[in-house]
Every structure is written in structure tokens, then in C-alpha cells.
């Protein structure tokens, strides 16, 4: 072979050397605009079931301050919307509702009135939190109250760590709202009452009858709990979706507002997590 043949030979190879990559790269293009396309359509499906589940607590948050405005317990329909982790085509589905006026409402501490204060510094003394921090948080409710999140009480110095402790215990509601006697655990329950028979005693009559009345209460000689009730407007739901490899958790905090004959339920904040 010639010197000159050679030369031919070497550019053809290269040609083809160049052609093959730029194809190599032009598949592996397709294929990740194709992955991109997928998730895109995975993410938009898992959104919708994500809202789906939404709505599905407003329509029965709704339909039960109609027909059952003197009680929320946990024999209704809307507590009965939790669900464990079930097939959906593609993926998964996952629910969870609860009631947040089973925790005690920070906010309910900016009127300066002992009662809710005293019950604050037993719930933390309870979880052995440095009283000076207990102080702190209440300092900032009642200054910068009422509030719509923690961030104030995150700058005064208050660790997270204490927080997440108080976390089943407390919220932050607006307004002033009173604790659902029909949902509220037995260690928050105990810390009401002042007295572990007595809150036992109404947890087991709240099995038996799956819900409690003033009557209750008497009863079992505890007529009187300042900041309590029977019934709930604020409401938080998680729904957690997968579909194909993308998971999406819709955190939604909802809201019924009552008027006369009327019940309107909105969506009062909503955050949105995706994997």
C-alpha cells in the first residue's frame, strides 16, 4: 500500500470514527430527552392523585360540618381517609389526616391569660425542657403574636430540637382555638385534666362511644376544662405519591370556616416536597 492510499484509508476511518460518535451522541440524547419526557409526565401524574387526595378531605371535611357540626371524632368519615401505602397504576398512594386541634394552639398564649400559659409550661416541664426556653417561646407569642409559623420563636434562640419535642403537643393555629376533646391523646389529655384515672377514664369512654360529651366530663369529675371543646376547623393532610421513580408529598393545611347553614372549607397552606 502506498504512502498515498494509506492516507485515504486513515481519513476514511476517521470520517467514520466521527459519524459513529456523533450518532452515539445523538441516541444518547434521545434517550435523555425520553427519561426527562417520563418523569415529566410521571411528575404530572403523581401531582394530580396528590390533589386528588386533597380534595377528597375538603368534599368530606365539608360534608361533615353539615350533617354532623356538634362533634368531630374519630368514627367520622373524614378520619376514616387515611391510607396506608396502596398500589395505584405506575406506583403507590398514601393519606394522612389529622386533626390539629388535638395539640395545644401557641397562639392561644398571646392574651397574656394564665390558664394557657400555665398549661404551655406544664406540657414542656413534662418533656424537660429548660423553663428559660419555655419563657422565650411565650415571650414571643405574646409580643410578636399571634403567629403563622415558627420562624420568630427560631430567631429568639429557641433550638429546633426543642421543638420537634413540643411538636405533638403543639401548634400553631389561628386565632383562638380551643383542644378537641374527641381527638386529643392521653399524655396531652392527662396534662388537662391534672389527673392520669381521670384522663384514662374519659380516653376509655371515647372508645367505648367514639366520642365525648360535657356529660362525660362531669362524670368523671372534670366539668370544667378551660380550653377545650368537641369540635375541630383545622385540619392537616399529607399525601405521598410515587409514580414510576418520582415521589411527590402534597402537605396541605386545611380550613373550615362555619357560617349559619353554611360550611366553607379552604386551603390554608400548601407545601409541596418532590424526589
Given at each position: 500500500?502506498?504512502?498515498?492510499e494509506?492516507?485515504?484509508?486513515?481519513?476514511?476511518?476517521?470520517?467514520?470514527?466521527?459519524?459513529?460518535?456523533?450518532?452515539?451522541?445523538?441516541?444518547?440524547?434521545?434517550d435523555?430527552?425520553?427519561?426527562r419526557?417520563?418523569?415529566?409526565?410521571?411528575?404530572?401524574?403523581?401531582n394530580?392523585?396528590?390533589?386528588?387526595?386533597?380534595?377528597?378531605?375538603?368534599?368530606?371535611?365539608?360534608?361533615?360540618?353539615?350533617?354532623?357540626?356538634?362533634?368531630?371524632?374519630?368514627?367520622?368519615?373524614?378520619?376514616q381517609?387515611?391510607?396506608?401505602?396502596?398500589?395505584i397504576p405506575?406506583?403507590?398512594?398514601?393519606?394522612?389526616?389529622?386533626?390539629?386541634?388535638?395539640?395545644?394552639?401557641?397562639?392561644?398564649?398571646?392574651?397574656?391569660?394564665?390558664?394557657?400559659i400555665?398549661?404551655?409550661?406544664?406540657?414542656g416541664?413534662?418533656?424537660?425542657?429548660d423553663?428559660?426556653?419555655?419563657?422565650?417561646?411565650?415571650?414571643?407569642?405574646?409580643?410578636?403574636?399571634?403567629?403563622?409559623?415558627?420562624?420568630?420563636?427560631?430567631?429568639?434562640?429557641?433550638?429546633?430540637?426543642?421543638?420537634?419535642?413540643?411538636?405533638?403537643y403543639?401548634?400553631?393555629?389561628?386565632?383562638?382555638?380551643?383542644?378537641?376533646?374527641?381527638?386529643?391523646?392521653?399524655?396531652?389529655?392527662?396534662?388537662?385534666?391534672?389527673?392520669?384515672?381521670?384522663?384514662a377514664?374519659?380516653?376509655?369512654?371515647?372508645?367505648?362511644?367514639?366520642?365525648?360529651?360535657?356529660?362525660?366530663?362531669?362524670?368523671?369529675?372534670?366539668?370544667?376544662?378551660?380550653?377545650?371543646?368537641?369540635?375541630?376547623?383545622?385540619y392537616?393532610?399529607?399525601?405521598?405519591?410515587?409514580?414510576?421513580?418520582?415521589?411527590?408529598?402534597?402537605?396541605?393545611?386545611?380550613?373550615?370556616?362555619?357560617?349559619?347553614?353554611?360550611?366553607?372549607?379552604?386551603?390554608?397552606?400548601?407545601?409541596?416536597?418532590?424526589?
Amino acid at each position: 500500500m502506498t504512502r498515498r492510499e494509506g492516507m485515504i484509508l486513515l481519513n476514511v476511518l476517521l470520517v467514520l470514527a466521527v459519524a459513529s460518535v456523533a450518532v452515539l451522541i445523538m441516541i444518547a440524547s434521545q434517550d435523555l430527552e425520553v427519561q426527562r419526557s417520563t418523569r415529566l409526565r410521571d411528575a404530572a401524574q403523581a401531582n394530580a392523585y396528590a390533589r386528588a387526595g386533597e380534595l377528597s378531605a375538603v368534599t368530606a371535611l365539608r360534608r361533615d360540618g353539615l350533617t354532623a357540626a356538634a362533634t368531630d371524632n374519630l368514627t367520622e368519615p373524614w378520619a376514616q381517609l387515611g391510607q396506608q401505602a396502596v398500589s395505584i397504576p405506575g406506583g403507590q398512594f398514601a393519606l394522612t389526616i389529622e386533626d390539629e386541634q388535638a395539640r395545644f394552639n401557641l397562639n392561644a398564649m398571646q392574651t397574656g391569660d394564665p390558664g394557657p400559659i400555665d398549661l404551655f409550661q406544664r406540657i414542656g416541664a413534662s418533656l424537660g425542657i429548660d423553663p428559660a426556653t419555655l419563657i422565650r417561646i411565650a415571650t414571643v407569642v405574646r409580643v410578636a403574636g399571634p403567629l403563622s409559623d415558627e420562624s420568630l420563636i427560631v430567631a429568639a434562640g429557641v433550638p429546633r430540637a426543642d421543638l420537634e419535642r413540643l411538636a405533638p403537643y403543639v401548634a400553631i393555629l389561628p386565632g383562638q382555638t380551643s383542644v378537641n376533646l374527641n381527638t386529643v391523646g392521653l399524655p396531652l389529655l392527662t396534662l388537662l385534666t391534672r389527673d392520669p384515672q381521670v384522663a384514662a377514664k374519659l380516653i376509655e369512654a371515647r372508645d367505648r362511644k367514639g366520642y365525648l360529651i360535657p356529660a362525660d366530663l362531669a362524670a368523671e369529675g372534670a366539668p370544667n376544662l378551660q380550653g377545650t371543646g368537641y369540635t375541630s376547623d383545622h385540619y392537616r393532610v399529607i399525601t405521598t405519591v410515587t409514580v414510576g421513580d418520582v415521589t411527590q408529598a402534597l402537605d396541605s393545611r386545611i380550613t373550615r370556616i362555619r357560617g349559619v347553614g353554611t360550611v366553607d372549607v379552604v386551603v390554608s397552606g400548601r407545601r409541596r416536597t418532590a424526589g
